[in-house]
């Protein structure tokens, strides 16, 4: 018997919900969430991954009605590429996310009672986010899509008790809202020209030029919010820390990449037609976002809100590479369009790969040394090998060097820039380098930025005692992370048979693919052609490695032993931990020459002991420039509305009558 | 018709002409008061050289003149008179540097780029093989006024009015082959003209108020006059 | 025919590795030259390497395994970077695999395990090293990619052998994004390989280093390698420079006679750069870090003016 993709993927948002279910006993049974919940979760996981690359092999379009929903708008799914890629993101992650929490929740059955909350509303996050990938029509969508936002603000309150992380749920929350508006809104436009809700219906609705722009702002603003794109981010950097750290990884990793799902569904393929105005945006936004973001995770010294503003540079590239899909689509090159599309495609896995890995490293360390602070660590690698291995992995595929998988993804984009000469127009195509130019300088500033997490977490000496105590972690939580560390070399090694898998989601969508991506054999990437360009990632890996065993063999023969001593300093006393360099240290020379970028508060002050104390915040402009402008509007207009506010039964009656009464003669 | 099929003069007006934007951006940028004279005497000289090659391959002989003419005030006689100005106003080893050298050069670039899509329609026409230079005279003339907006030294600004001039001078030699005799000698002593009168003017002001920071003319203003 | 391509490209990266120590050799004698001493042999960093791959190494005792991989890789990575750049001959199979954004990535990898060996230690003099060859290189990398995407917009592929191939069997041309494009590239090169004013390779002061403030706990045989990576980089550098912007003389066949008459064209062409370079580092003095942003800003510019140039001027002429 065949099992149909669209089954399995059923049976993934089964299962997900089966999860949440049973987590409800788990107040009373602590160990179900470790034993049966969470192997759900893995399951439901590896169930997506199932229907995804079913649905990717297989190709074609599945689509069914639920018996659920309102009478006249029944909910309705569908299965094709895009949702298939998404479904594969999605089961990949969650499957590791699945394996790593068992040792991960351990901590928690000792701590806090609210394990039903955990598990329960994990379960119901992945629902949620299965479901708004499989949605056919804007009411499933809007469920569903809300059903993630709402969990994962629970998920976001899990350690409530501390007052920064309610004030950071509040804000996901409200910010969550005002983008799920926006995109209401925009299937509000879509469905008003397309005659229903269904997602068909929209693709056939004849949308004039204006009437498009109103309804791309709008999916721009709601999706780019949920993905966190500056300056829409300020969330971002709040709310991903403040969650456990595996949910962490399933919001940086997946939920943003659901947003980025939603954009290409509404753009790509619902309003269906491309301007350059849209793009000039998309690329503007995307540029600034990954400018920003690499530059403010630069400057960070908590390793999870690090992790949080890396997230919105990796969303920034990917809109970079969605602007010059829409940019060489609009401009009628169908094929260097698909080759931007495929880097944001591909982009969008890898970072969601390495990102969860991250942050499940991150989770690791937190575990064992209850530390987030980058200041405190040092010298972790001894003391928890594998996960150091496996963050190291993870800091050189973020930092997109060869031959791991996030230089495979920017790579690609560079080579869609690179097209710009194709451009007819003069002015785009000088614009166009510059995009790249910023790609260039994200690229070697998130290479330093990993360099200073690696550097100063897991390299040197322990700069404090709880650290010091650092032990290796379940092994549970080095599975997981093992999963993740494997993908990425695989994602990085084998570009052409992703590709080739990835090339049914422009197929369909754009009507075009990369015939030529593979056309050379597995061992050569060429997206447009031999002579342009190409890029052997095996061979590359393969010389990398014969190359080192032969110098290891050569050199070291055995593995000579190498004799310890004290470090030599330049002859300088032997180094404390004292002596090492801190993250804001290494930071410094950045953070001055990007000085007017940040808010820099800097001083020193005396302490009563008579010690000083030197003290460095670095804020968010976005918040000055912004956010408190808008909160202050928002104010100012509450305090005239305040005035209708008199307290008597009646006149609140009277309103009532009046708004009814003008809304009737509206809609007469 | 491609770059490679144009002869090797207007290859090399090309060439000069890019470098002419560069000494743009360099004269924008150049903290050191000499330094920048200095950067604004190449600038002259490229753009006379400009002039001469669009003399020798195009068949403008009353180019010639005109390159001469650039080369004598604008590489030899105005520089030497700034030269000499800031040797007694005592400002050889002033230096002003820029406060956001990077955002000024994002500006400038995007100037290039403005100035780039407002002659597109110009390119688009048949004209002489030159006329892609003048996108980058207008960008010379933008940048110089840009230059003379940030830049609050007064010797500087006049460097910046002059570098105008020397966009609008590659404009006319670019565009058209350049302007008839009698306008551009015209021009040529306004420049002079004005060259002297800044010098007047720099002393005066250097007098008034010991400085020649132009901000500090603010104080000149009514508001500031109630206020203090 | 495939095999002959192959092994020409395995014996084009070992004349890297054989020549990498003499480029550096003659650089160091032309300097001692200009500075009115008599210098050592142009052989002597074979000498030294020799030596220090005799010598015992020896690790700090709070150094990692990653410590000791590091200068493996760090080599090994250089290496294929520069195995990759067109040598005597354009047909070549790892050009093919590795274009110029991937030997920019090979080369960011070297860095990123020289760094974080630099941090290793936790020692306050490489974690400074590491600090600031991040900070150099996220300003001289954009710079570099910008400089090669000029002559990608030309050529119309990134690949360095096409490249050249495009050069060659097309008329010379002037072309003014070319000039800017090295220009800039010369600059980052300049920074990248650490030399004056950016870095000063013959430091003997910590707080100014920055390559050597990030090698300073390596001994013995690891230490060599990382020397001769350094090295690596430099003619990496050099050839660059030498073979793209002037392909000329490069052998774009088999030939065994071009391929000879390659080699000796680009060791001249090399020895030149070694000149141009042994004399601005005698006539310059090292900047201040913080004077190294506006150096690299520089950079920045000519080659974004290079691209823009490119659009403006020789597009549609």
Known sequence: ?668 | MSLGELPFLQQLTLVLAAVVLFTSFALLEQARLVAAIHAFAWQGLLVAMVTAIVAASGGYPHLFFSAALTLGLKVLLIPWMLHRLVHRLQLDRHREPLRRPALITMAALALVIFSYWLVLPLVQQELLFTRNIVAVSLAVVLIGLLMMVIRAQAVVQVLGFMSIENGLFLAAVSATGGMPLVVELGVAFDVLVAMVLFGVFFFQISESIDSLDVDRLNSLTERAEEES | MMFIEWLLAFVQALLYVALAPLLVGWIRTLKARLQNRRGPSVLQSYRDLYKLFAKEARMAHSASLLFRAAPYIVFVATWLAAAAVPFVTTSLPTAAMADVIVIAGLLALARFFLALAAMDVGTAFGGMGASREMFVSALAEPAMLMAVFTLAMTAHSTNLASMMDYQLFNDPVLRPSYMFALAGLVLVAVAETGRIPIDNPATHLELTMIHEAMILEYSGRHLALMEWAAQLKLLLYGVLLANVFSPTGIATTTDPGALGLALVVVMFKLALLGVALAISETVLAKMRLFRAPAFLNLALLLTLLGLLSHVILEVGV
């Open chain 1, 1 to 668: 018997m065949v099992i149909s993709p669209l089954l399995l993927a059923g049976v993934a948002v089964a299962l997900a919900l089966l999860s949440a279910l049973v987590s409800l006993f788990s107040a009373r049974l602590p160990w179900l969430l470790r034993r049966v919940v969470t192997p759900l979760f893995t399951l439901a996981g590896l169930a997506a991954l199932a229907a995804g690359l079913g649905t990717l092999i297989q190709g074609g379009v599945a689509v069914t009605q639920l018996p659920l929903g309102l009478p006249w708008l029944p909910w309705g799914v569908r299965l094709d590429a895009l949702s298939g890629f998404f479904l594969c993101l999605i089961g990949v992650v969650s499957f590791a996310v699945g394996l790593y929490s068992p040792g991960y929740v351990r901590s928690f059955e000792k701590e806090c009672g609210s394990l039903p909350a955990l598990g329960g509303f994990s379960g119901l996050f992945l629902t949620g986010m299965l479901l708004v990938v499989l949605a056919d029509d804007a009411f499933l969508f809007m469920v569903a899509w809300e059903l993630m936002s709402l969990s994962s603000y629970f998920l976001v309150a899990f350690h409530h008790n501390q007052a920064a992380n309610r004030r950071a749920a509040f804000l996901y929350l409200l910010m969550a809202h005002i983008g799920g508006l926006a995109i209401l809104l925009g299937y509000g436009v879509l469905a008003s020209f397309g005659d229903g809700f269904a997602f068909d219906a929209m693709r056939q609705a004849d949308l004039s030029f204006g009437w498009a722009s109103v309804a791309f702002v709008l999916a721009f603003v709601g999706f780019g919010m949920k993905a966190g794109l500056v300056p829409l981010h300020a969330w971002l950097p709040e709310a991903h820390p403040a969650a456990p750290s595996h949910i962490s990884a399933l919001m940086s990793g997946v939920m943003l990449k659901v947003a980025v799902y939603g954009f290409i569904r509404v753009v790509f393929d619902l309003i269906g037609q491309f301007h350059w105005q849209w793009s000039v945006a998309v690329l503007a936004i995307g540029s600034v976002s990954a400018l920003m973001g690499i530059l403010y995770a630069l400057m960070q010294n908590d390793l999870k809100r690090l992790l949080a503003y890396s997230s919105v540079e990796n969303i920034g590239i990917i809109f970079i590479a969605l602007g010059l899909a829409m940019l060489f689509l609009s401009t009628g090159h169908p094929v260097v369009g698909s080759v931007a599309f495929v880097a944001a495609l591909y982009h969008s896995i890898n970072h969601a790969v390495f990102k969860s890995l991250l942050f499940m490293g991150a989770g690791a360390v937190l575990h064992t040394t209850h530390e987030r602070d980058l200041e405190q660590m040092g010298g972790l690698l001894r003391r928890m090998p594998w996960t150091g291995l496996f963050f190291l992995v993870g800091c050189i595929s973020i930092a997109a060097l060869p031959p791991f998988n996030g230089f495979v993804s920017e790579w690609l984009t560079f080579q869609a820039a690179l097209q710009a000469w194709q451009l007819d127009s003069g002015v785009l195509r000088s614009m166009v380098p510059i995009v790249a130019a910023v790609l260039a300088i994200t690229g070697a500033l998130a290479a330093a930025c990993f360099v200073k997490v690696y550097g100063v977490a897991f390299l040197g000496q322990a700069r404090s005692r709880h650290v010091r105590r650092a032990r290796k972690v379940p092994f549970s939580m080095r599975l997981g992370q093992g999963v993740l560390a494997l993908m990425c070399l695989l994602l990085g090694l084998l570009p052409t048979a992703f590709i080739d898998l990835l090339n049914a989601v422009p197929q369909q969508v754009l009507g075009h693919g990369l015939a030529q991506a593979s056309a050379h054999g597995w061992l050569w990437l060429t997206p447009i052609s031999a002579e342009t360009a190409s890029y052997g990632a095996p061979l590359v890996a393969i010389i990398l490695v014969i190359a080192l065993m032969l110098g290891l063999w050569l050199l070291g023969r055995g593995i000579r032993r190498v004799r310890r001593c004290d470090a030599w300093d330049c002859g300088f006393a032997p180094p404390t931990p004292a002596m090492q360099y801190t993250a804001s240290a290494f930071a410094q020379p950045i953070r001055r020459v990007f000085g007017m970028l940040f808010h820099i508060d800097e001083g020193s002050e005396p302490q009563p002991d008579g010690r000083w104390r030197y003290y460095l915040n670095v804020r968010d402009r976005a918040w000055g420039l912004f956010y408190l402008p808008v909160a202050a509007l928002v104010e100012r207009a509450s305090r005239q509305v305040v005035r209708l506010q008199s307290g008597n039964i009646r006149t609140y009656l009277g309103w009532t009558l009046a708004t009814l009464l003008v809304l009737l003669w509206l809609t007469a």
